[in-house]
Structures are given as structure tokens and as C-alpha cells.
DNA sequence: TGTTAGCACTCACTTCCCTCGAGTGCTAAC
DNA sequence: GTTAGCACTCGAGGGAAGTGAGTGCTAACA
């Protein structure tokens, strides 16, 4: 896609920074005023009608003004939007409600949760650390019932995950241990998913009747890891845009977010870019047509452990909104940089 | 509070009943055909101007029809309510969708309270089964990183809890499975927020120099106890009703549903309640005066343990909400106790 | 050749007004 | 005590007219 002209760059600017701000169709007297750029709203308008001809805005009727298309937004995103920096008021606000000396990784997470989602008045996820690209460090088993033991898993970055498991009725307490600690010496340092069929037949050797049980319980325990949990905040902070005022799509929506399911989705797709924007139809899923969805990775130990982000409108408020996502990315990483050690 | 007589107690059943299903002011035509008391319009108008001055019912305007008030519902659900059994296909629904093999106790809450959700169309709340009132079967301890382990404690009815406690940097994991040991020990078989005190004289005898370090470990485990998680579903469900197809009025629901602390405090209000139910002013939150809250306790090994309900519009279908709650709570309490043993 | 003033035109939105009808309360008759 | 009759109320629905923000086109200007 060849560039458009400077000229033509800058009032698409003037459009989408308005349009973002007051929802409302922009005519080419307000662009005219906005932009100083000394053109006469007329010579605006010929440059708009171009626009509109190459598909970046659109005119709900011929006496509206325009509003950008899905295709503005992306160039905007791309190569026209300032990109934001945080004001000290924001830095400080986060500095202030992301609490440094929270000694739980759970709790972190909720808490960065609400302040994105406070800070940019949208929806906001983020992803809990994925314990798939992690070793092992201990996995312990605590009986609770006849058949069922908790499986703890903790790994070297010190973010645990538990899961109910089936053990056989037969195992006593003790025997629970003893393959707990057989369990985790053999899988120490390892990632489980990669280890359990190479560690498998030695433990088969050291215990040959109970093999098939353990067998079964690590089944159990990498299934449960690799079920990925998101904190979700601010869903009803949709409702304060107009674009959601009507009740059945705002419904739809936000039944769309409290599924959840296309939102872990997404923030597990996006697992392996820095930051990535997905606006409108991008999102494959025709319940998030019109909804934008920023995400940004955070990272531990210098590599990637999950993901956060932002559903709000298309009409979203893109520069402040990757302003923040990156901040908090960095807060979040340095503080479970510490936690995790 | 005198009743009503006979008469005044069916018209007001019909008008509520109406009402509850329309959403719309209901007329003294409307009641003489629906009610069929072989009376006119015009006695019908007598009665309900009586019923105005009584407070039962009230008009929106001169010309419109009447609503019902608070005080018709309060009426309506303590006396006048035909108490509607479930459907066949009802029963049958929950059966289909409470899965009974389930062997998790949080999976069983969840699956609760969709079916809850999704049956009576409203927002659903199921609180988890609360701790405090079981008794200790086992406290486990895993270590996590320096200062930091996990604590999991199994109750004798199989339920269980985790919670992220510090830990003296000091101590080996060899000591952490000692004090594990020697906790459960002494505090199997009792109830934690009555035993610690007890029991910690004993716990310093036997190790004197970390006593306290345990103490404050204990003091931790049980603070974590206490916190009550709830489990909230089809929150947007209320986006259905017409009472909240303003924007404003349902985000203030939302966000209220979402901070979830007034729901929790309704829930653990009413554990020792077989069924309550607050309508409008009732709840003592003005976010919720247009909204009740129905809840029943369920039990395991015949104690109550936990609270569900639901939150709706004061035009509730009450009778039918009451009726599922009534079934849920049973067949919750019996997989429970199955689950439980 | 690009820019701009001027102008006719479009069209959603608001306001006003009218009608319609559901509903009420009152009165008088049964 | 019940009911038919009737005048009255008032919100909802539906044009009609006016308003104004905005457009596209044309012609003139630098």
C-alpha cells in the first residue's frame, strides 16, 4: 500500500483525533479549525472526498460529516499516531496502585488488571503467567479424599498452578509422597510437557506396578497446566460509549467477554508478539466486529510468560492506550522479576 | 400488617403476575380478563384505588396503569405466590447439566452457577463452600521461593483452600515439612479459628525458637480462610430487562455485580437462612434499590456451607426463581455430599 | 494548478401539533 | 355491592415544518 501525502496524512490525523475523542461524524470545518494547517474547510473537503474514494473514511449520510474507516484506523495505528507518552499523573498513578510488595503472583496480576483497566476506562485481561515455558521445581500431591489428591506444581520462576487430580483409591498418604518426590526428582528442571514421555519409562523401572497411575496423574496434572487462566476487569465500562448504548449489543458484547473464551484466545495467540493491535473484522470473530483488542507481552527472566490487553470500541484511544500497556508491561516485569527471583 | 381480603389478595396476584411478565403498567380490563373472577372492569378500578391508598400499588401516571410496589412484592412472595413447582423439562435441564461426576469441588460451584444463570435468565451468585465451619483434616506447605510457600489446607469434608503465605527466609524445606507435619498434627480434627490459640502453646513447647515464625504463619493461613469467593454468572443478562435498558442505570449494576463485594456480603448475610429474599430498598444499598436478591443455603453432611442465589429486577418471577433454587440447593447438597463422603 | 468563496442541495434532528387509545375516577342506575 | 356510561387525562405515535451542519460543484483567484 503505497503512503498517502503528507497533506492527506495529516488530516486523517486531524479526523481520527476527533472522531476518537467525540464519537461524532467530522465535518471539514472543524478539520479546517483543528489542524493548523491554514486550508479552507473547501480545500478540505476535496482532500476528504479523496479519502473517502480510497477507503479511509466513510459517510454515514451524504449531509454527515466522515468517519474513519477500519482501514484509517489501522494506517493511523501504523504510521500516523503520535505515540503517546504516559503524563507524569499516569506514571504516578500506576506507581502508586501497583503495590511492589504484594507477595503473590494471583494478586499482581488482579491488581495490574484494574488499573489498566481504570487507567483507559475499557476492558481490560490479562493472561496469568503460562507455566508452559517453565521448569519444573517441585510438584507436590496432598491427599483430599479417597481418589483425589491436590497436585501442586511450583516452578523455578516460583509461579505455581494446582489442579484437582484422580489418584487410585488404593495409594495410601504415604505412598502419595513417595511419588511426589519421585515425580519431582525426576522431573526437576525439566518443562513437564516436554519430559513426561522421556522420564516416563524410568519411572516405569523404579515402580513397576503403580506406573500406569502416575502415568494417569501426570496426564491430569499437564492437562491442568496447560489451561490458561484470565483475570478480566471493567467489563461494564463499555457502556459508557455510545457506540454501545444500545442494550443488545452492549449484551452481546459483553456475554462475549464474560465467556471469556475469545479473549483468552486472543491474548494466547498474541503470546509471541511485543505488542500487537487487532481492530474491528481483524478480530475473526463477528461478535467483536466493531471492538478493538490491544494486547502487550510481559516478560520474567528475559522471557515472555503471558500476555495483557484492552478491548474497547474501534473508536479506541490507540496512542494512550499502547502508552500505558507498555508501561505497565515493564512494571509488571520488574515486579515479577523481584517476586519470582 | 392486616391482610387483605380474599378478593383484594386475587387482584393483586393477577396484577403482579402481569406485571412480572409484560413490564408494563397493567389496567383494570387487563385484570378482569386475566383474573377469572367474573368482575368488571369498573369493580376491578374500585379495588385497585383501594389497593393504591393501601400502598400496594402505584401509578406512573394518571392515565397509565398500576405497578406494583415493594410492599405488593413483599406480599406477593410471603403470602400470595403460588409456589410453582419446576416443569419436567426443568428438572430435567439441571439433571442434564449438573454433572455428578465432577470430582472438584470449585468445578462443581461453576457448573451451579451457569445452570442457574442460564435457567432463570438472571445473574447468578454461588458462594464456595465456606471453610470455617469444617473441620482441619491436613495443612500442607510448599515451599515456593525464599519467603514465600503455599499454603493448602484439606478439610474432613474433602474441601480445600490455598493461599500464598511468607515464610522466615531462613528456614530449610526440610523445616517447612516439619512445621507442615506438626501443624496438622495438632490441628486435625479441629475447626482453625477455634483451635490456633489452643493450640500454640503447645506448638512453642515443642519448638521453641520458631513459635513465632509458625504463629504468624497460622495467623496467615487463617486470614486467607476467611476470604469467601463467589462465584458470579450472566451478569449481562440483566441488559434483557427493559428497568435497565438505560446505559447509566445498567453500568451501575454491572459495576456493582463486578466488585461483587455487596453480593458476597448478601450471601454470607443469609447463611444461616434457609431461603431469604430482599426486594428493592430492602438491600441496604441504594446501587441495588431496584434489584432482589433471592439466596438459599446448601449443605454437606447435614451442616449449611454455602449460600447461591440470584440478583434480578424487583419484577422477578419469584415463584419460579424460588422453585429453582429450592432443586439447585438439593441437587448441589447431594452431589456435595457424594463428593464430600 | 492548487486554493478558495459562493451557493444550492441534502438530510438527520428537533419541535410543535395533532390524533389515538388505554386507562382512570365519578355518577347514576340496577 | 356491582356495573354501565361518560368525561377526562396523558403518554405514545406520527406527520409537517424549520434548523443547521455538512456536502459537492462551479467559478474565480493567486
Redesign the interface.
Known amino acids: 500500500m503505497s503512503l498517502l501525502d503528507i497533506r492527506k496524512m495529516r488530516i486523517l490525523q486531524a479526523i481520527v483525533d476527533d472522531y476518537i475523542m467525540t464519537a461524532a461524524p467530522v465535518g471539514s470545518r472543524t478539520v479546517s479549525k483543528r489542524s493548523d494547517m491554514g486550508l479552507s474547510p473547501a480545500t478540505i473537503r476535496n482532500e476528504m472526498s479523496d479519502l473517502t474514494e480510497l477507503g479511509f473514511l466513510e459517510q454515514p449520510h451524504t449531509s454527515a460529516g466522515r468517519i474513519p474507516s477500519e482501514k484509517a484506523y489501522r494506517l493511523y495505528v501504523n504510521h500516523i499516531m503520535d505515540s503517546a507518552k504516559l503524563t507524569d499523573d499516569e506514571a504516578d498513578y500506576i506507581k502508586r496502585h501497583l503495590d511492589t510488595r504484594v507477595?503473590?503472583v494471583?494478586?499482581v496480576i488482579r491488581q495490574t488488571a484494574k488499573v489498566l483497566s481504570d487507567m483507559t476506562n475499557y476492558t481490560s485481561m490479562v493472561l496469568v503467567p503460562q507455566l508452559s515455558s517453565m521448569k519444573i521445581k517441585?510438584i507436590?500431591l496432598?491427599?483430599?479424599?479417597?481418589?483425589?489428591a491436590?497436585a501442586?506444581v511450583?516452578t523455578n520462576t516460583?509461579v505455581?498452578k494446582?489442579a484437582?487430580i484422580?489418584i487410585p483409591e488404593s495409594l495410601s498418604p504415604d505412598d502419595v509422597e513417595k511419588i511426589a518426590k519421585l515425580i519431582t526428582a525426576k522431573l526437576d528442571g525439566h518443562r513437564l510437557n516436554e519430559a513426561i514421555e522421556s522420564v516416563l519409562p524410568t519411572i516405569r523401572a523404579e515402580i513397576g506396578e503403580q506406573a500406569d497411575a502416575v502415568s494417569e496423574m501426570l496426564e491430569d496434572i499437564e492437562k491442568s497446566m496447560n489451561e490458561t487462566d484470565v483475570e478480566v476487569?471493567?467489563?461494564?465500562n463499555i457502556?459508557?460509549y455510545p457506540e454501545?448504548?444500545d442494550?443488545?449489543k452492549?449484551?452481546q458484547f459483553?456475554?462475549e467477554v464474560?465467556s471469556g473464551s475469545y479473549l483468552q484466545k486472543v491474548l494466547t495467540d498474541a503470546s509471541d508478539v511485543e505488542m500487537s493491535v487487532r481492530i474491528g473484522t481483524e478480530n475473526d470473530n463477528p461478535d467483536m466486529k466493531d471492538c478493538s483488542v490491544v494486547t502487550v507481552t510481559y516478560k520474567a527472566g528475559g522471557k515472555n510468560i503471558g500476555t495483557m490487553g484492552v478491548v474497547g470500541p474501534t473508536r479506541m484511544d490507540y496512542g494512550k492506550v499502547m502508552a500505558i500497556l507498555k508501561y505497565l508491561s515493564s512494571s509488571l516485569s520488574d515486579i515479577l522479576n523481584k517476586l519470582?527471583?
Open positions: 507477595h503473590e494471583g494478586e517441585r507436590s496432598i491427599p483430599v479424599s479417597d481418589g483425589t491436590m501442586v511450583v516460583g505455581t494446582n484437582m484422580r476487569v471493567g467489563a461494564s457502556l459508557d454501545y448504548s442494550a443488545a452492549a449484551r459483553l456475554a464474560e519470582l527471583k
